[in-house]
């Protein structure tokens, strides 16, 4: 009998000792990506160029690194604050925590090495170690072509330092935990040749992470059934807004647009009159960061618009807009 109890004992012991061992390895030793690549990256004007055009125009960091207009259709980025941070982001939003974006500005990761911002970026994983939350998009930046990433890096080394104090992220149980399951090592895409029009939507479709905001999306998890078919709402002053479907059903996604009416689409932000329309509470509102997506080439619209075609359909209907009522 005290054999028996003795084994029950044991038992009972491991049961509690083995998940407590687990949480800690998790905490302890994930997330493992690696170090941080030892690099110093050459700044020239073309990488300048090129990282300027992907942080403003592609991969739109600059959107959630900065401060935003309110009052102005798509609550574009005020410029004066260009990767400064601070944008809240929390479980009224359908997040697992309360996160901020980071202040990208020489003031605030100065003392990062190339190579540490390189992790960031195509990882997930700061300076420290410690992970981040995937409101900033790793899991689509980590198949960025490292040229890609490399200009990126140039410039945001260029930007004006902005002093200014972002507070620390806070992850709700489980999440503080998964969180340190979620980034994963590199996987880079090459920039496909420049004739080659699908690769090169494909490519640009992927690293401006555009199925984020375009898939249903709920405390951590998306739902993938309904992958790109729109369907995240997003608070906006005045209502909420829901992602559009953006597969090619010809009745609830875009598949009767044209290619000449998708890059329109995006091009009626270039003019500034466009880009700054005021909208008051309750009129029609949008978080696509249109004046961002807009200063894209005609050929890159294109070639996004080609890669979109070949997406399978969705039949799921969105409300675009809700007034508060």
Not at 138 to 148: I, K, V
Request: proline share 9%; glycine share 8%.
């Amino acid at each position: 009998m005290k054999k028996i109890l003795k084994m029950l004992g044991i038992l009972l012991l491991s049961l509690l000792l083995i998940p407590l061992i687990i949480l800690a390895y998790v905490k302890i030793a994930l997330p493992n990506v690696g170090p941080a690549p030892e690099m110093t990256i050459e700044r020239t004007p073309a990488r300048l160029e090129r990282g300027a055009y992907l942080a403003k125009t592609v991969m739109v960091c600059m959107d959630c690194h900065s401060k935003r207009i309110p009052g102005q259709f798509s609550l574009p980025m005020d410029f004066s604050t260009l990767g400064q941070g601070g944008e809240r982001f929390d479980q009224s939003q359908g997040f697992p925590g309360v996160y901020y974006s980071a202040n990208i500005t020489p003031a605030g990761i100065g003392s990062w090495t190339d190579g540490e911002i390189y992790r960031a970026i195509t990882t997930g994983v700061r300076k420290s170690g410690k992970p981040i939350f995937p409101v900033m998009p790793y899991h689509a930046y980590r198949h960025a072509d490292p040229e890609d990433v490399k200009s990126v890096i140039v410039f945001l080394r260029s930007l004006k330092p902005i002093e200014n104090t972002v507070p620390p992220p806070s992850s709700d149980f489980p999440m503080n935990f998964i969180l340190n399951t979620i980034p994963k090592k590199a996987e880079p895409m090459q920039i496909p040749p420049a004739g080659d029009s699908l690769a090169n939507g494909r490519y640009l479709f992927t690293i401006a992470a555009c199925y984020d905001c375009h898939t249903p999306y709920d405390k951590g998890k998306y739902d993938e059934n309904l992958a790109l078919a729109g369907g995240r709402t997003f608070p906006v002053p005045g209502g909420s807004v829901t992602s559009a479907n953006i597969t090619p059903d010809k009745e609830t996604g875009i598949g009767t647009w044209t290619r000449d009416l998708f890059i329109s689409r995006f091009a009626y932000y270039r003019d500034s009159v466009n880009a700054h329309r005021v909208v008051n509470p309750g009129e029609l509102q949008s978080i696509m960061p249109w004046t961002l997506y807009g200063n894209m080439t005609d050929t890159d619209l294109a070639n996004i618009y080609a890669y979109i075609q070949t997406i399978q359909p969705i039949k799921h209907l969105v409300v675009k807009f809700k007034p508060k009522t």
